[in-house]
């Protein structure tokens, strides 16, 4: 199973909100309608299986970003969804830090490596200042797309 991240990132999966008023569950939502029309599994084991982390603790990682996962049945291939806030949002309650760069990932259920491995590239690439300011600049999924290559 493919765990390098450009071969799991696609541009029709990037998505910059502009909306303000968008909440956490709602962003959950759209991460899980995402991988549930590209992978055609049923909405709301996505869905489950994102709340289901998110009850464990936050996924919210620091300097603004946020990394809701999860593992699930029936997926095949890894799936990630990239959301960039034009307003940033509280997602946990118990974080004071608000966040404007949301990774959605889903993993198959038995993809427990894969699904380590995914993460830390993740979050080692948006440990770079650089590259988390050039995703609050960009102006295109094209250009937060490229960032990721």
Known sequence: MTTNLASIVDAKNIFILQNNDISKKQILENIAQTIADNADINFKTILSALLNREKMGSTVIGHGVALPHGRVEGLSAPQLVIIRLEKPIFFDPNNEEAVDIIIGLCVPIDATDAHL?????????????????????????????????
Do not use: H, M, T
């Not at 999924?141 to 290559?149: D, G, H, P, R, T």
């Open 117 to 149: 491995q995914i993460l830390s590239s993740i979050a080692k690439k948006l440990s770079d200042v650089n590259i988390r300011n050039e995703l609050r600049k960009a102006k295109s999924a094209e250009a937060i797309y490229k960032l990721f290559l």
